[in-house]
Each structure stands twice: as C-alpha cells, then as structure tokens.
C-alpha cells in the first residue's frame, strides 16, 4: 500500500503526506506548549534563516508548518549538527541549514527503501548541497537499521516518518531499531525531535500502515526505553478537529492532521 502511494504521489510531481514534503501542516493550531521562545518570538539567527531569501518560496508555507517556532522548540544553535531523516523537498534543512550557520552541518539521510520511492526528490536534495548557499550540507542513502554521520550530533529530527518504521516497505522494522540508532548519533545531551500524525489513544501501532499515524502515548514509551529522557511537547501542530479516525491522505484532513512534537534528550 505504501509502495503505491508513494508512487503515484511522485508521478504526480510531489512527495507528500508521509515526511517532510507533506502538504503543509495545520493552518489552524493551537498555542505553543514548553516551546523554548515564547509565541512570536525567536532567536536572531533562527528569524535571520527564516528571512534568509535562499530558501526560496517555501517560505510562504511557514504560517502553516511552523518551521521557525519549531526549531526555536528544538534548541538548534548556530554550530549545531544536524540529522534531518528522510529530508523530503528540503523545507527542514534549508531552515537547519541557515540557522546552523557555516559552522554546523545538517546530514540529510534516507533510509534505502524509502530513497527508492523517492528518487526525485533524492536527486534534488543531493544537488541542493552543491550549492555555494547550502554548502553545508550533505546527503545519504543507508540501511533502515543504519543512521550514521561524519561525527556525532547535537540533534537527529525526523517529522512524520517515525510511523513508517513498523510498515512493510520499510522491512517492519521494530522502532526501537531506530530509537537506538539516535541514541547512538547523538551526543551526550543531544536532543532527539520527533513530528507524527496523532493516531487515536491505545491504538498503538495499529493505524501505521493504513492512516499513516501512531498513538503518541506510544513513541513516548518506546523512545524512553531506548535510554533518552523526555524533555517536553509542543501543540503548533495541534488540531483538535481532527478525530484520528482517517488516512492523512484524506482530503478531508490532508494538511491538518493533529500531529504531535515531543523533544527527547539524550542524558549527559
């Protein structure tokens, strides 16, 4: 099932709906929660990437994904290394990309048997770090059991693809194989971010191969078992009109799913 809608979604031209080329999320959300800056406010050298003109005309779809306010969330800092899992069109790392600075390094990664569904946008993303604007970043293909990068770093992001994990075409794979792996990159207090489609409470892993969402109650369990401590959430991406009961691919809730933001630390 995967298979085929990743493929007719290329074919169309756009990745969406199950990482971080989705169609954008909510453009109704709820207030911050334990955001690190206060609603409106951001550090200067995250406002300067989102003001950065390099990032071309994603910008406009910043009201509704909330990348700024979302990174001020995450903690990056200028000099700051990054793992952005399974990049999509590229909208996290080019703002990761700025806001790092010439110093840090955004590492794009795809795990093998999603790079084979999305060998478009593969492409472009591997074209984006030839770029004299975006020098500082780099991309990947590996095993989903492998994340690995040049060095360790101070935060492994990955949004709405942790649900992809347990399903078929990604080798149903357990995801505590991918909580480990984070844990393995990151150093000792790095912070692991994770965007989902909310799935309905106790449904566990029920709905990740047919709605594409997980229950959050669920990604935080296995991800503390994994060793991290779990820092905090934020509800930008909130919709309490979403009732969880359909495929984020609906039009009737495509690109205003209730998704949850959950900041993980890895201790020391």
């Known amino acids: 099932m995967k298979t ?39 550090p200067a050298h995250i406002a300067a990437a989102a003001a950065d003109p390099a990032r071309g005309t994603v910008t406009a779809t910043d ?16 000099g700051d290394k990054v793992i952005d899992l399974i990049p999509g069109g590229g909208y996290w790392t080019k703002l990761f990309a700025k806001s790092v600075g010439p110093s840090g390094h955004v590492y794009g990664i795809w795990p093998q048997p999603y790079a084979a569904e999305a060998r478009t946008n593969v492409a472009d993303y591997q074209k984006l770090g030839a770029t004299a604007d975006f020098a500082n970043v ?9 994340l690995t990068a040049a060095e360790p ?24 194989v991918f909580n480990k792996l984070a844990f393995a990159a ?47 959430e934020s509800a930008l991406l909130a919709n309490k009109n979403d009732d969880h009961t ?21 201790p020391g």
């Open 153 to 176: 770093v101070d935060l492994v992001f990955t949004a709405q693809n942790y649900h992809d994990y347990p399903d078929k075409f990604m080798g149903s794979l357990d995801p505590s």
């Open 4 to 42: 085929t809608i990743l493929a007719a979604l290329l074919a169309g031209g756009t990745l969406a709906g199950c990482g971080p080329a989705a169609a954008p999320a909510n453009d109704t959300v709820a207030a911050p929660a334990n955001a690190t800056a206060p609603a409106g406010t951001l």
């Open 246 to 266: 359909l495929a984020v691919f609906d039009k009737a809730v495509r690109g205003k799913t209730d998704q949850f933001i959950y900041k993980f630390r890895k």
């Open 138 to 146: 780099s991309a990947s293909t590996q095993p989903a059991t492998s």
């Open 186 to 232: 990151l150093k000792p207090g790095g912070t692991l971010l994770i965007i989902d489609h909310a799935a309905a409470a106790g449904s566990a892993m029920r709905d990740t191969d047919t709605l594409h969402r997980i229950d959050p109650a669920t990604v935080k369990s296995q991800v503390v078992a994994a060793g991290f401590e779990f820092v905090g």
């Open 63 to 78: 009201a509704a994904r909330h990348g700024p306010e979302i990174l001020a969330f995450a903690g990056v800092k200028t």
